[in-house]
T-cell receptor, first 112, second 113 residues
Framework: GNSVTQMEGPVTLSEEAFLTINCTYT??????LFWYVQYPGEGLQLLLK?????DKGSNKGFEATYRKETTSFHLEKGSVQVSDSAVYFC???????????FGKGTTLSVSS | SQTIHQWPATLVQPVGSPLSLECTVE??????LYWYRQAAGRGLQLLFY??????ISSEVPQNLSASRPQDWQFILSSKKLLLSDSGFYLC????????????FGSGTRLTVV
């Protein structure tokens, strides 16, 4: 079935550093891909999504491109802020198309 | 606009006690509803999903059950909690016509002692 693997954390960066969180997937066909963010003590929020190959999702300075050649959907941001400290989850739709499958999450900690 | 409510926010329960967590959705009809559990080091695990009243699909065998008595209501239950049931429980909904991802509730932190 479909699955997603994301890099282990934690990722620790200084403010204004460049961020990359790797995510690769295994899937039948080309399902929609998602990045969710979870701030401390809260539920998950949709950060961005891409619904087909070569699409780029973007939001709040974050970007991710749906790459079918490398089966990847890496999350990037050019200049992180302390307020970006959170757990980031990569996700895709399961093979049945009924629910999302999430990666294990990557914790990002940004210091000033 | 659509809103999702989940309660309680935190819960401490003794081993062997029952559990009932409730999730409600407003402002939409016939949503798909989901229960996930987030345990330390294990990411987000899908527990149940529902595409309509009385329709529940279970993803993993466990000590929990789910019910959907109303279109807008999704309940997670257990008759006897285990220590391993501790975790952060998240409810989510998505439209049935198009799958654009989820909207999550704020979660319930359950600690079984």
């Amino acid at each position: 079935g479909n699955s997603v693997t994301q890099m282990e954390g934690p990722v620790t960066l200084s403010e204004e550093a460049f961020l990359t969180i790797n995510c690769t997937y295994t899937a039948t066909g080309y399902p929609s891909l998602f990045w969710y963010v979870q701030y401390p003590g809260e539920g998950l929020q949709l950060l961005l999504k891409a619904t087909k190959a070569d699409d780029k999702g973007s939001n709040k300075g974050f970007e991710a491109t749906y790459r079918k050649e490398t089966t990847s959907f890496h999350l990037e941001k050019g200049s992180v802020q302390v307020s970006d400290s959170a757990v980031y989850f990569c996700a895709l739709i399961n093979q049945a198309g009924t629910a999302l499958i999430f990666g294990k999450g990557t914790t990002l900690s940004v210091s000033s | 606009s659509q809103t999702i409510h989940q309660w309680p926010a935190t819960l401490v329960q003794p081993v062997g006690s029952p559990l009932s967590l409730e999730c409600t959705v407003e402002g939409t009809s016939n949503p798909n509803l989901y229960w996930y559990r987030q345990a330390a080091g294990r990411g987000l695990q899908l527990l149940f999903y529902s595409v309509g009243i009385g329709q529940i699909s279970s993803e993993v065998p466990q000590n929990l059950s789910a019910s959907r008595p109303q279109d807008w209501q999704f309940i997670l239950s257990s008759k006897k909690l285990l220590l391993s049931d501790s975790g952060f429980y998240l409810c989510a909904w998505s439209p049935t016509t198009d799958f654009y991802g989820y909207t999550f509730g704020s979660g319930t932190r359950l600690t079984v002692v």
